[in-house]
C-alpha cells in the first residue's frame, strides 16, 4: 500500500508500483548522446546558466507517463530545453528554426 | 506535439548549434568536458578504499572529510559536491540511494550506473533493501543491521566497506583491484576471490 | 533552526505540492515522521529557492535517522533511514 498522501511524481521511495519490478543490474555504457548531455548540463553549471536544481525542476516537471517513458538523458535533454527556453537564453521561434536545420 | 516533446537526439543538436551560434557554449567544450568526465571511475573510490584499510590514520581523516580525503590521493574535488564516507561495520550495512532523482558520488566513482537511476532502485531501496540488495546475491549476516542512506541534498555518499577476510597482508594496489563498484554503494561486499 | 546531535525531530506534514509549481527534497515518506538528529551538515542555499532562479535563503542541512520499518509498517527491526533534511523541515519533536 502506498502512503495516502499527494506525493509527486517522481518522489518514489517506498513506491508499490515498483516494489516488485526487478532491477536490471547489467552495466549499460553510456551512449555518445547520453555523454553529450551529460557534459552540456556542466558546462551550462559551471557557466551560471543554468543549475542541478533547476535542471531537477525542469525534470520534475515532464508529465507522470512521459517521465517514465523516457530514458535517463532523454529527461534531461527536455529539462535543459525547457530551461533554456523559460530563462531566454533561447527562444522558441529560435529553436523551431535550428530544428529545421539539422 | 510540443516543441519539449521533440525527440531528445534532436533537441541536442538543436541546442548545441544555438549554443555555440550565440558563443555561449562551443563544441570544444563540451568534448572537454566529456574526456574530464570520463577519467572519474570507481578505481578511483577503491583507492581511498584500499588505503583506508591499510592505514588507521586515513580511515579516521576519510571518515572525518571524504572531500579532503579523496584530494589526498590526487583525484579532483574541486566544484564537486562535498563527499560524505559511511562505514561498514560488524554491526551496520549502509546501502545509498537517491530516491528523488539520481544523485550519486560521481567525483569518486565517476557515471552512476544504470541500475542506480532506474524507478525500481529508487523506489525499493528505503523500503525493501535486503530485497534490492538481494538482486546482486547479497545477503547480510544475521545480527547486520541496515542503514539506507536517502541522498536528498548537497552531500554525495560513498560506502566504505569491511575489509574480507583473506586479504592479509595484501599491499593497497592488490587490495583496491578487489573493490567494486558496487562495495561503494552497498549493494554488493568486496570478497578476496573477487577480479 | 538549530538542533544538537540527539535532538528528536519531526519532519513537517506540510504538502507545498498542493499549492503550486515547487522543488522540494524532503521525500514524501518522511513528512509528519519522528527522527533523531546524527549531525548537522553544514548550511547551504536553499535548492526550492534555486529551481525557480530566486535568491536562495541558506538552510542548515541535518542528518536525521529514522526507524525504518516504522516508516513502512514493515521490515527488519533495527534497521534504519538515514536523510540529509533542511532545518526549515524540522520540528522539535
Redesign the interface.
Known amino acids: 500500500m502506498d502512503k495516502d498522501v499527494p506525493r509527486a511524481h517522481h518522489d518514489l521511495g517506498g513506491v508499490s508500483k515498483f516494489m516488485c519490478e526487478p532491477v536490471d543490474v547489467e552495466p549499460h555504457a553510456l551512449t555518445d548522446f547520453d555523454k553529450e548531455v551529460d557534459a552540456l548540463r556542466q558546462v551550462l553549471g559551471m557557466k551560471r546558466v543554468m543549475t542541478v536544481d533547476e535542471l531537477r525542476r525542469g525534470i520534475e516537471a515532464i508529465p507522470e507517463a512521459d517521465y517514465h517513458r523516457l530514458s535517463y538523458y532523454r529527461r534531461w535533454m527536455r529539462s535543459i530545453a525547457d530551461n533554456l527556453l523559460v530563462k531566454g537564453v533561447i527562444t522558441e521561434a529560435e529553436l523551431r528554426a535550428a530544428l529545421e536545420r539539422i | 506535439m510540443t516543441?519539449?516533446?521533440?525527440d531528445?537526439?534532436?533537441?541536442?543538436?538543436?541546442?548545441?548549434?544555438?549554443?555555440a551560434a550565440?558563443s555561449?557554449?562551443s563544441n570544444a567544450?563540451?568534448?572537454e568536458?566529456?574526456a574530464i568526465?570520463?577519467a572519474a571511475n570507481p578505481g578511483q573510490g577503491a583507492r581511498m578504499v584500499a588505503k583506508a584499510w591499510t592505514d588507521a590514520a586515513y580511515r579516521a581523516r576519510m571518515l572525518q572529510d571524504g572531500t579532503q580525503a579523496a584530494e589526498e590521493l590526487g583525484i579532483p574535488m574541486r566544484?564537486a559536491p562535498?563527499l560524505?564516507v559511511?562505514e561498514n561495520t560488524d554491526a551496520v550495512h549502509?546501502l545509498v540511494v537517491c530516491?528523488?532523482?539520481?544523485c550519486y558520488p560521481r567525483a569518486v566513482l565517476g557515471?552512476p550506473?544504470?541500475?542506480f537511476?532506474?524507478?525500481?532502485?529508487?523506489?525499493?531501496?528505503?523500503?525493501?533493501?535486503?530485497g534490492?540488495i538481494a538482486?546482486?546475491g547479497t545477503v547480510l549476516p544475521a545480527g547486520v543491521?541496515?542503514?539506507?542512506?536517502?541522498?536528498?541534498?548537497?552531500?554525495r555518499w560513498m560506502v566504505l566497506p569491511r575489509r574480507p577476510a583473506g586479504t592479509e597482508g595484501w599491499d593497497e594496489q592488490r587490495l583496491a583491484a578487489i573493490v567494486r563498484e558496487g562495495d561503494m554503494i552497498g549493494?554488493t561486499v568486496p570478497v578476496a576471490a573477487a577480479q | 533552526m538549530m538542533f544538537a546531535a540527539g535532538a528528536t525531530v519531526r519532519v513537517k506534514d506540510d504538502w507545498p505540492e498542493t499549492r503550486g509549481p515547487v522543488h522540494i527534497r524532503t521525500p514524501h515518506y518522511l513528512r509528519g515522521l519522528q527522527g533523531t538528529v546524527v549531525r548537522q551538515l553544514g548550511t547551504y542555499p536553499n535548492p526550492e529557492d534555486l529551481a525557480f532562479a530566486r535568491p536562495p535563503a541558506q538552510r542548515a542541512l541535518y542528518h536525521v535517522t529514522f526507524d525504518q520499518p516504522a516508516v513502512w509498517e514493515e521490515g527488519s527491526a533495527g534497521d534504519q533511514l538515514l536523510v540529509e533534511i533542511y532545518e526549515h523541515w524540522l520540528e522539535p519533536a
Do not use: M, N, Q
Request: net charge positive; hydrophobic share 45%.
Open positions: 516543441l519539449l516533446e521533440t531528445g537526439e534532436k533537441l541536442l543538436a538543436a541546442v548545441r548549434d544555438l549554443l550565440k555561449l557554449v567544450e563540451i568534448a568536458r566529456i568526465t570520463d566544484g562535498p560524505g559511511l549502509h530516491t528523488l532523482c539520481s557515471y550506473p544504470f541500475w537511476k532506474s524507478a525500481a532502485y529508487r523506489a525499493r531501496g528505503v523500503r525493501d533493501p535486503r534490492l538482486e546482486w543491521t541496515i542503514r539506507v542512506v536517502d541522498s536528498t541534498a548537497d552531500y549493494v
